[in-house]
């Protein structure tokens, strides 16, 4: 179906009243650049419900007059999955109108609430139960936990509590025909059948639209301990994880490897010595936490600090001894993005490997990089945990960033990626599919796999109503 270029939205002005309905070009923009600005999407509208009844009636009335759809969270999402196609006629559906935390039930540890809830606003909520929401990334403070659902986020402390998929006890979803799946139990256990929710976790908004989530919670952290380690060469990553694991009796959250090369953008972004340094292997966060304080975390660091030196794994380490010191670590990692932009941008590719395989991913990439594109300079920075790297190429002095993307992308990204898949691992982590990774869905995947996902969209969304062209 072709477009006129000012549909008619008046039904869904009707439904959603005042501020329902987004139209100026000037407001548009937001929701319509992805995050990285590679792609410049295009909406007749943008729809912002209040209620799981009003995105049910969007869904009916989108079908009814032909629009697409494309659910959107905080739009912080690295692989345009949430941007409008050009050309498709498709509305954007915002849920930052449904941010109620619904309930908090600090004896049973879960929180519920819509899916617009901004991230950082549900750990708030769960902190001021004295309980921990440990989903936790850099985009918290504008990412919303649809979103989260959507991508199956993971993030600083999947190492101890795993990401999105593994937090997620039941979900409320609007269906495709305008069905409502509800499944916002607290229940732990309830094998009645396929664990349905699964299939909408990770689905990028391509099955339905997420408007409720009920999350796992733990006892509130109300004690930290962080170091800094400075890696030996040829410091075997997994293995010092491994040792971290059973040294502090799995009491570590954070476990972030930062390479020199991320280290020294940030320097040159402060333009300033930061006052820690990487080893010749790099550099670690680690952060121990513990929801008691008869806990002797800091000795149990200590302890650990020093069997991974005996192992000549780490060269040295810094201790954070005040909060602030604590917090400045934090920020040192926290701030490689936008050192990596402000030196010029790069390109992410975002792979994962299984744990066991960081280090030998590392010394391969690398080297393949070395080989096919000399002078490239890397940033790799990640969350062990989940075994997922950013593996980022620079774009050198001068070159336009796009036309690099594109080079790299059609070129020595597919060796990178070949490195991941041939160690078990794989060419999509943290972002997903979206609209930027889809034809590598179709190239690397294998064809049953491809059929199964197929068949499953067929049968959810015979239309092709929710969110077409993203990941297939
Ligand atoms: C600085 C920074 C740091 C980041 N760090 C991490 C990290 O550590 N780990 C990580 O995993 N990601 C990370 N990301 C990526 C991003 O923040 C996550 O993918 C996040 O989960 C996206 O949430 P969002 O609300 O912004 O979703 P959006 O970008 O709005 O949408 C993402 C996808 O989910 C779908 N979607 C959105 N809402 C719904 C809904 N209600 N129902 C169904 N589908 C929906 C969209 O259609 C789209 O396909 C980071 C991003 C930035 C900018």
């Not at 007059?65 to 006629?89: D, I, K, M, S, W």
């Not at 908090?104 to 549900?122: H, K, S």
């Not at 796992?216 to 301990?225: E, F, G, N």
Request: aromatic share 6%; net charge negative; hydrophobic share 45%.
């Amino acid at each position: 179906m072709s477009f006129p270029p000012s549909p008619d939205l008046s039904p869904f002005h009707d439904l959603l009243g005042e501020g329902g309905v987004v139209t100026d070009a000037a407001s548009l923009t937001r929701y319509t650049h992805d995050q990285r600005a590679l792609m410049q999407g295009q909406t007749p509208g943008v729809l912002r419900p209040r209620s799981t009844e009003e995105v049910q009636e969007i869904v009916r009335l989108a079908a009814r007059h032909g629009f697409g759809l494309v659910p959107q969270g905080g739009n912080t999402g690295y692989v345009g999955g949430a941007t409008p196609e050009p050309g498709r006629g498709q509305l954007v559906v915002s849920l930052e109108r449904m941010s109620r935390i619904r309930s908090v039930d600090a004896t049973g540890f879960t929180l519920a609430c819509d899916a617009g809830t901004i991230l950082a606003d549900a750990q708030a909520a769960a902190e001021a139960h004295g309980c921990l929401l440990p989903l936790s990334l850099g985009a918290e403070g504008s990412c919303r936990l649809g979103g989260n659902v959507g991508t199956n986020a993971g993030g600083l402390q999947v190492l101890r509590y795993g990401m999105t998929r593994d937090l997620v006890l039941g979900l409320e979803v609007v269906l495709p025909d305008g069905s409502l799946f509800s499944d916002v139990r607290t229940l732990r256990k309830n094998n009645i059948g396929y664990d349905l929710k699964q299939l909408f976790i990770g689905a990028e908004g391509t099955l339905g639209i997420v408007t409720g989530v009920v999350l796992k919670l733990w006892p509130a952290q109300t004690q930290r301990a962080t170091a800094w380690m400075q890696l030996a060469a040829d410091a075997p990553i997994p293995e010092i994880a491994a040792l971290v694991r059973r040294e502090t009796a799995d009491l570590a959250s954070t476990f972030e490897l930062i390479s020199a090369s991320s280290l020294g953008l940030v320097a040159a972004m402060r333009g300033a010595d930061l006052g820690l340094s990487a080893g010749p292997g790099g550099a670690v966060l680690l952060e121990l936490s513990a929801s008691s304080p008869r806990i002797p975390l800091e000795d149990i660091l200590l302890g650990t600090l020093e069997a991974l030196m005996e192992a000549g794994h780490v060269e040295d380490a810094v201790l954070a001894q005040s909060e602030r010191q604590r917090r400045e670590m934090w920020t040192i990692r926290e701030t490689i993005p936008e050192a990596e932009k402000h030196a010029g941008g790069s390109v992410k590719l975002d792979i994962a490997v299984p744990t066991s395989a960081v280090s030998d991913f590392l010394a391969r990439a690398g080297a393949v990089v070395a080989e096919h594109a000399p002078g490239t300079r890397l940033s790799f920075y990640g969350h062990v945990g989940d075994g997922n790297i950013h593996f980022n190429l620079m774009v050198p002095a001068g070159r336009d960033r796009i036309a690099f993307t594109a080079e790299v992308e059609e070129g020595i990204a597919h060796a990178v990626y070949a490195v991941a898949i041939e160690l078990g691992g794989s060419f999509s982590a943290e972002y997903g599919i979206g609209r930027f990774k889809r034809d590598l869905l179709g190239r690397y995947g294998d064809a049953v796999r491809l059929d199964l996902l197929a068949a499953v969209k067929r049968a959810v969304d015979p239309a092709g109503l929710m969110n077409a062209g993203a990941m297939t």
